[in-house]
C-alpha cells in the first residue's frame, strides 16, 4: 500500500505537542505491515520552517519527506476581509496554489491508495484532491480547532477582543464542520472529540489515540518544585499559566514559601513581564522534556482552553511524574475515575496542597499515570487501526 500524507508543519524537529503527535503518529504508520511506501509533505512556514536536517538518522526506509514553503504569516486585509464575509481566516493562510499544484502532480501520476491530512490546516485541501483522486482519503484530528477558540473567547474580559474571538470560532467551526463531512474517515487522537464527530457526521469516526513509548525516568520527589511544560506561541498555554500564577500559585506560596514554579517551552520569551514573578523560574525552549519534568516536581496542567489530547501530559505521565489536571488538561485521557480532575481553582489548590505533603501520595499518583499510558496508549493498539481501516474500500 502507498500512502501520501500532508501536514501542515514538520513533525521534526519536535518543538511542542503538536510535532510530538505527528512524529509517533509518523512512526506507527511507518511500522504498520501493510504500508509498504510514505510520500510526506510539510508545508514549511515562517513559524515551523522545513529543515532536512531534521530528519537524518529516523531510520524510516518506507518514507520519503518534502517541504513545501507557505506564507502563512498574519496579515490585516485578509483577515478584516474574511471577518465581513464570515470566511475562517485560520484555514484561508493554510491555502496555497504550491502546494494544490504539487498534490495533484503526485496523486495524478502515482498510484497512492490513500491520503491522509495530519490536521485540520492540511485537511482544507480536501476538496481539491476530490477532483482527481479516487482513493481513500483520511484526516487525523489532533483536536476540535473551533471549541478551542470558543474557550477563549469564553475567558477573555475584554468585550471587544471577546467578541472578535468569538467570530473567529463561528467561521471555523462551520469550515471544520464541512471538512468532516468531505473525508471518507477521521481519526480522532480524543474520545471525547471522537464522540462529538460521530454525532456530526455520518462518515466513519475512529478513535485513535496518539501512542506513547516507554519511558524510564527517576522522578526527584520534591516538595519545593512544581512544572509547566509547553509552547507559548500557543494561546492556550500563556492563558493557562497566568491563570496559575495569578490565581493559584499565591496560595500556594503562603503554606510553602520555597516553592519554586518551573516553566519551560518553546517561545518561552513571549512570557509577559507581569508572570516573571518571585519563584517563577523560566527556563526557555529545553532540548529533553522528559528530563525537566522528571527533575522539578510536581507537573500542573492547567488548561483552561482547548480540546483533544495533550501530548506534555501524556509524556509526564509515561515517565510517572504526579499530574494535577484541570478538565481541558485531562480530554482524552479517561481518567477522571483513578486521578482527580479539576474544574475549579479551589480544588486543583487543595489536590496539589495534598500531594505537597506526602511523598507518597505523589508516587502513588504518578504510578497510577504511567500504568495508564502504557495499557491505553500503545503503538500495537494505534496500527492495528490503520491496517484495518487504510486496507478497507472506502
Known amino acids: 500500500m502507498k500512502v501520501l500524507v500532508l501536514s501542515h508543519k514538520p513533525p521534526y524537529p519536535i518543538v511542542d505537542g503538536g510535532c510530538l503527535a505527528m512524529s509517533r503518529f509518523l512512526m506507527d504508520l511507518s511500522d504498520t505491515p501493510t504500508i509498504d511506501q510514505i510520500d510526506y509533505l510539510t508545508l514549511s512556514t515562517h513559524k515551523h520552517p522545513f529543515d532536512a536536517n531534521a530528519f537524518q538518522g529516523l531510520n524510516l526506509p518506507k518514507v520519503t519527506f518534502q517541504g513545501i514553503e507557505v506564507d502563512t504569516k498574519l496579515k490585516v486585509l485578509p483577515a478584516l476581509w474574511c471577518l465581513l464575509t464570515k470566511r475562517s481566516y485560520h484555514t484561508k493562510r493554510f491555502l496555497d496554489a504550491k502546494v494544490s ?54 475567558n477573555e474580559q475584554k468585550t471587544l477582543k471577546s467578541w472578535y474571538i468569538g467570530q473567529l470560532a463561528k467561521t471555523l467551526k462551520k469550515e471544520e464542520r464541512a471538512i ?66 495569578q490565581e493559584v500559585f499565591p496560595a500556594l506560596l503562603d503554606k510553602f514559601p520555597k516553592l519554586e514554579f518551573h516553566i519551560a517551552g518553546r517561545k518561552s520569551e513571549l512570557i509577559p513581564e507581569e508572570l516573571r514573578q518571585k519563584n517563577v523560574v523560566i527556563h526557555g525552549f529545553v532540548e529533553d522534556p522528559l528530563k525537566f519534568i522528571a527533575e522539578n516536581g510536581l507537573f500542573v496542567a492547567t488548561l483552561q482552553s482547548g480540546s483533544g489530547i495533550k501530548m506534555k501530559v501524556l509524556e509526564a505521565m509515561s515517565i510517572g511524574a504526579p499530574c494535577i489536571l484541570t478538565t ?59 491496517a484495518k481501516e487504510l486496507g478497507s474500500n472506502s
Not at 331 to 341: A, F, H, Q, S, W
Not at 343 to 348: H, I, L, R
Not at 351 to 369: F, H
Open 180 to 245: 468532516w463531512n468531505e473525508i471518507d474517515c477521521i481519526f480522532s487522537i480524543s474520545k471525547e472529540d471522537a464522540d462529538i464527530m460521530k454525532k456530526e457526521t455520518q462518515k466513519t469516526v475512529h478513535y485513535l489515540s496518539s501512542s506513547m513509548p516507554n519511558h524510564e525516568r527517576a522522578i526527584q520527589w520534591n516538595s519545593n518544585k512544581i512544572c509547566f511544560l509547553g509552547a507559548f506561541d500557543w494561546e492556550p498555554n500563556m492563558e493557562a499559566i497566568k491563570w496559575f500564577i
Open 328 to 386: 481541558k488538561s485531562a480530554e482524552g485521557l479517561t481518567i477522571d475515575e483513578m486521578i482527580p480532575v479539576h474544574n475549579n481553582k479551589e480544588s486543583y489548590l487543595a489536590d496539589i496542597l495534598d500531594l505537597l505533603n506526602d511523598e507518597s501520595k505523589q508516587k502513588i499518583r504518578g504510578e497510577i499515570g504511567k500504568q495508564h499510558i502504557q495499557s491505553n496508549f500503545s503503538s500495537e493498539l494505534v496500527k492495528e487501526i490503520l
Open 101 to 154: 499544484t504539487l498534490l495533484k502532480e503526485k496523486l495524478s501520476n502515482s498510484n497512492y491508495n490513500a491520503v491522509i491530512f495530519e490536521s485540520l490546516y492540511a485537511a482544507i485541501y480536501t476538496q481539491e484532491i476530490r477532483t482527481f483522486f479516487k482513493g481513500k482519503i483520511s484526516y487525523r484530528s489532533h483536536n476540535l480547532e473551533y471549541r478551542i477558540w470558543e474557550d477563549l473567547a469564553r
